[in-house]
């Protein structure tokens, strides 16, 4: 009995990559496990995470598509993995479009058997929505899905592919469609009269090319890390995924200490040496779902795929002890200094956000070298916190649009029941007035003349405290957000 509810859980993982159609119950198991394994593990920050889940699965109808299923499971399906203790090595991926599961049947055991993962994708849409997360190896298309689309839909999608450099195939009936299809360009077509075995080797070459052009065009020569051609998209993929689901991640910068030293004494072909061999051991550390980027000279980035600054913090401290305890020639040793940030917000460049990095980084130089800082742990002495504090509920609904970082400030969120008097600048947002909260409220009313700002969203709330400015019972979460914004502009330097 005690290993049923996992038996479960790997049942409607297995759904997610396979059924084309996941039961909504399904879902709401799989997150009332989760939540029961969070709060047994203490990681009581990620609780908003599936209860924002949680509220969007209550709308839905009792069947949803794959797509829908895996897009709505984003933010919580990598907690799943690590909690089961599933490896997540990469897999060559290929997907399968086509209008019946017969056709998807009868290439899955033989995609399966060149080592790729097949993926079943039955309309245009399921193509252009799915999480390109993972870069397929190569697609397949029946060529019967074409008539339910119009000529520029399949021109975007194929010019879509080729910028991922992901070889296009096509399974088709007659001449018409094999030069239409090279005409949209696609790289291959197979007509009907063609043996399997034939096309098995022929997607063989295609996922052999796209390996070896993905390596020639994006991996670093040197130290076999990717490089800056690579982050670009990368980066625009994590962010693309903070953008729907809300999950965010985190991207260190990590310097190889005294570096040019090395250099100068012992020789470049040495210094190259070092180079390629702690890549290698950083590539050890960090885990299958990380990237792993040569930034420049002695450079690299990292970007985690998780945001838990407990989870990062061992990530890294791996990556720094690992590299401290090699051994080189010469009697030689090598140290790393390591800097990070947690993405979290839309609307900032890849370069803003390794600004950030890169200050944790140069602070950790400063300090001495051979250590790792946290962005907001480095700025907190030239920083001033400002905290806003909100209901549980509120800041579910505005947690994905809240503005995370400012120039002058470190701003903190926090629910009622975290509230405590301090000498921090503050803002509350009241839209609750229950009992739980009366003395919060009552301590927040005392507080107004001093140094905080309130925004009263319910007009209940108003009243109750004696309040008569910011009622916005009738705003939606964007003016909300934008008066946020504002707030923290007038906050003095």
């Not at 950083?282 to 998780?306: C, K, P, T, W």
């Not at 009622?416 to 009313?445: P, Q, W």
């Amino acid at each position: 009995m005690e290993h049923q509810p996992t038996d479960r859980v790997h049942d409607i993982l297995t759904k997610l990559t396979e059924a084309r159609q996941i039961p909504t119950q399904d879902i709401e198991f799989l997150l009332a496990w989760v939540k029961a394994e969070v709060r047994k593990r203490r990681l009581m920050h990620l609780l908003e995470i599936f209860s924002r889940v949680e509220s969007e699965v209550r709308d839905l109808p009792p069947v949803l598509s794959q797509a829908e299923a895996n897009a709505l499971l984003a933010p919580v399906k990598r907690y799943i993995h690590t909690i089961l203790g599933i490896d997540q090595e990469d897999e060559d991926l290929v997907l399968v479009l086509a209008a019946s599961l017969s056709t998807f049947s009868r290439y899955k055991p033989r995609v399966e058997k060149l080592g790729a993962r097949p993926v079943f994708l039955q309309t245009l849409e399921e193509a252009v929505e799915y999480d390109y997360e993972d870069v397929p190896k190569a697609i397949i298309m029946d060529v019967e899905l074409w008539p339910n689309f119009l000529e520029r839909d399949i021109q975007s999608f194929v010019s879509k592919m080729k910028k991922l450099y992901v070889p296009l195939i096509v399974i088709g009936t007659n001449e018409h469609y094999r030069l239409a299809a090279y005409s949209y360009g696609f790289d291959d077509y197979w007509e009907s009269w063609i043996p399997m075995e034939e096309r098995l080797v022929r997607l063989g070459l295609h996922i052999e090319k796209a390996r070896l052009v993905s390596n020639a065009l994006l991996v670093d020569e040197l130290t076999g890390a990717f490089n800056r051609k690579y982050l670009k998209a990368t980066f625009g993929r994590f962010m693309s995924r903070l953008e729907r689901s809300g999950e965010s991640f985190t991207l260190a910068l990590l310097d190889i200490d005294h570096f040019k030293q090395l250099n100068d004494t012992f020789g470049h072909a040495y210094g190259d040496e070092v180079l390629h061999r702690v890549a290698e051991e950083i590539r050890l550390a960090i885990r299958s779902s990380d990237e792993l980027i040569r930034y420049g000279g002695e450079e690299f980035l990292i970007i985690l795929n998780v945001s838990d600054r407990a989870v990062v913090d061992a990530v890294l401290e791996r990556v720094r002890t690992r590299i401290e305890q090699m051994t080189f020639p010469y009697e030689h040793h090598v140290t790393v200094s390591i800097g990070y940030t947690r993405v979290c917000q839309l609307g900032m460049t890849l370069g803003e956000w390794c600004a950030y990095a890169d200050e944790a980084l140069y602070k950790a130089k400063r300090d001495g070298r051979n250590r790792i800082i946290r962005y907001s742990t480095a700025v907190r002495d030239e920083k001033r916190l400002a905290y806003v504090t909100m209901s549980s509920k509120k800041y579910a609904l505005l947690a994905d649009q809240l503005p995370k970082q400012h120039r002058r400030y470190e701003v903190v969120y926090r629910p009622y029941g975290a509230y405590v008097c301090n000498d921090h600048v503050e803002m509350f947002i009241l839209d609750e007035s229950g009992s739980n909260e009366a003395r919060t409220l009552s301590a927040v009313k005392e507080q107004r003349g001093k140094y905080s700002h309130i925004l009263a969203v319910t007009a209940r709330t108003a009243a109750e405290l004696g309040l008569y400015d910011d009622v916005s019972e009738s705003d939606g979460e964007d003016v909300i957000t934008e008066k946020i914004e504002q707030w923290l502009e007038k906050l003095p330097d």
